[in-house]
């Protein structure tokens, strides 16, 4: 494949993640909020659904990605437990959407690489360098001066607790193996 295709293809996939992302992201709010679907669980349910489906059709049958056999007991156990926190956190996503604001639920979702970093240094005891942290903090600010006049900020502490739990597991399951 050519360099230009490449950078097309490439170009192409980054624009349908990021559309359909959002597609998926006001869908969610329109159904759970405006029209009154009250089961995010189902609806987690149907996203995981078909997230599993494409994938296998895009393995299978375009052969983006070769596919690959899982090694051991130990790899498979850690790729479930992050399936589970995995769909623990869209479940988590879905429901907030019910409460929150599509923009406030981003903004809590922008603290993800903070978090991450942070955690993993805690989990680790490796630093990155001063760069990557002094980076992140104009994001955290951001977040807490937009969430400081949302008056759901205490209200929406708890799922924002259990986002980060969440994370946190994810560093137990040592990803490093996967």
Known sequence: ?????????????????????????????????????????????????ACAILSYFS???????????????????????????????VVGGNISLRYLAVSFNQAVGATTPFFTA?????????????????ALVPVVAGVVIASGVCFLFVRSFLLFTICLISLLAKYFVGLDDL
């Open 118 to 134: 942070l955690f993993a240094f805690m989990v680790t005891l490796k630093r990155e360098a001063w760069v990557t942290y002094a």
């Open 59 to 89: 393995i299978v049958f375009l052969k983006l990605v070769p596919i690959q056999a899982i090694k051991s007991r130990s790899q498979f156990l850690k790729i479930a437990t992050l399936s589970v926190v995995f769909c623990g956190s």
């Open 1 to 49: 494949m050519s360099s230009k295709k490449q950078a097309l293809f490439i170009s192409s996939l980054v624009i349908l993640w990021y559309t359909s992302n959002i597609g998926v992201l006001l869908l969610n709010k329109f159904l759970l909020s405006n029209y009154g679907f009250r089961f995010p669980i189902f609806l987690t349910m149907c996203h995981m659904s």
